[in-house]
């Protein structure tokens, strides 16, 4: 019963998630948004969405372990497990906004992350404005001085809806997003006490890895599509938003306080770990790319995560 609960909920974030994607993007047109300011700005948080609402809804309802859980288990999955598997189906060409700033941008938000829960373990209001701010800073330097290093994420056949179609999938994807997280932690929360697991074990892994589902669903889709593969800049964007957008705008509603220690220990740990990890295997041995060989690499140390873990 937990087990199609928590199936239940990811089948309706991810709905909700498209749903809310489809009709953000179509409003955007309609506003004549340049394409550039809808990739970086309304796809980002519409994709972002189910992490966003699977955490506040955890956090307002007394499960602070799932919200955080959740957003650092689904960075780990979006460098070890989405990007493992892409890069078995091919190489990948690295972009130089790589170093420049999506790498360097993400270990500072993991960084301020730790140094936030290093000292009280808990993130306060003020840390939540902190870090929401420094995504606004971010996203206004992307805008004005490397709109060449954003890659398009819009499909190609992105379409003008009419506004009685907009406002319905906005309502859609909101009920989607919502009904699939109460759902999901429902279940999940439920089969932490019938295994005996802490709600922390469940979400870095169970609740991670679905709402990491629409990254790799894109991924495989794409590969399928022989279209170009999810770049790593836009795992390692989505990896930023998790934590100064969706921790960010959650704790600045609720306090997100750390019950299980080990996710200061051993899960944000080995986030900090796989994110540095991806440095050695983009430049060497050959600059700029990685293979097949580096998506091996990267699924093992996801399988080691997830072996210390359980």
């Given at each position: 019963?937990?087990?199609?609960l928590?199936?239940?909920?990811?089948?309706?974030l991810?709905?909700?998630?498209?749903?809310?994607?489809?009709?953000?993007?179509?409003l955007?047109?309609?506003?004549n948004?340049?394409?550039?300011?809808?990739?970086?700005?309304?796809?980002?948080?519409?994709?972002?969405?189910?992490?966003?609402?699977?955490?506040?809804?955890?956090?307002?309802?007394?499960?602070?372990?799932?919200?955080?859980?959740?957003?650092i288990?689904?960075?780990i999955?979006?460098l070890?497990?989405v990007?493992?598997?892409?890069?078995?189906?091919?190489?990948?060409?690295?972009?130089?906004?790589?170093?420049q700033?999506?790498?360097?941008?993400?270990?500072i938000?993991?960084?301020?992350?730790?140094?936030?829960?290093?000292?009280?373990?808990?993130?306060?209001?003020?840390?939540?404005?902190i870090?929401f701010?420094?995504?606004?800073?971010?996203l206004?330097?992307?805008?004005?001085f490397?709109?060449?290093?954003?890659?398009?994420?819009?499909?190609?056949?992105?379409?003008v809806?009419?506004?009685?179609?907009?406002?319905?999938?906005?309502?859609?994807?909101?009920?989607?997003?919502?009904?699939?997280?109460?759902?999901?932690?429902?279940?999940a929360?439920?089969?932490?006490?019938?295994?005996?697991?802490?709600?922390?074990?469940?979400?870095?892994?169970?609740?991670?890895?679905?709402?990491?589902?629409?990254?790799?669903?894109?991924?495989?889709?794409?590969?399928?599509?022989?279209?170009?593969?999810?770049?790593?800049?836009?795992?390692?964007?989505s990896?930023?938003?998790n934590?100064?957008?969706?921790?960010?705008?959650?704790?600045?509603?609720?306090?997100?306080?750390?019950?299980?220690?080990?996710?200061?220990?051993?899960?944000?740990?080995w986030?900090?770990a796989?994110s540095?990890?991806?440095?050695?295997?983009?430049?060497?041995?050959?600059g700029?790319?990685?293979?097949w060989?580096?998506?091996?690499?990267?699924?093992?140390?996801?399988a080691?995560?997830?072996?210390?873990?359980?």
């Open positions: 019963m937990n087990f199609l928590i199936l239940g909920g990811l089948v309706l991810i709905l909700g998630g498209n749903w809310l994607l489809k009709s953000a993007v179509a955007s047109l309609q506003l948004v340049p394409k550039i300011v809808i990739g970086m700005t309304v796809v980002s948080f519409a994709t972002s969405a189910p992490e966003l609402i699977v955490s506040l809804n955890a956090a307002l309802n007394g499960s602070p372990d799932l919200a955080l859980g959740n957003v288990g689904s960075n999955a979006n070890g497990l990007l493992g598997i892409t890069l078995l189906f091919g190489g990948m060409e690295v972009q130089k906004s790589f170093y700033t999506d790498w360097p941008v993400m270990m938000a993991s960084i301020l992350l730790y140094i936030f829960l290093m000292g009280d373990a808990v993130i306060v209001q003020y840390e939540g404005i870090l701010s420094s995504l606004v800073l971010f206004i330097y992307l805008l004005r490397q709109k060449t290093a954003i890659i398009d994420e819009l499909p190609e056949d992105d379409e809806l009419p506004l009685y179609k907009i406002v319905l999938f906005f309502v859609l994807g909101g009920i989607g997003l919502w009904g699939g997280s109460e759902l999901l932690i429902q279940g929360t439920s089969m932490a006490q019938e295994f005996g697991v802490s709600e922390r074990i469940i979400a870095v892994t169970v609740v991670s890895v679905g709402t990491s589902i629409p990254e790799l669903a894109a991924s495989i889709i794409a590969i399928i599509k022989k279209e170009k593969a999810i770049s790593l800049g836009n795992l390692i964007g990896n930023v938003f934590i100064l957008a969706v921790l960010g705008i959650t704790s600045m509603i609720t306090p997100i306080a750390l019950a299980d220690q080990r996710l200061l220990s051993n899960d944000i740990l986030m900090l796989i540095f990890l991806i440095v050695p295997l983009v430049f060497i041995p050959r700029y790319r990685l293979n060989k580096d998506g091996i690499v990267l699924l093992l140390v996801y080691a995560f997830i072996y210390t873990t359980i």
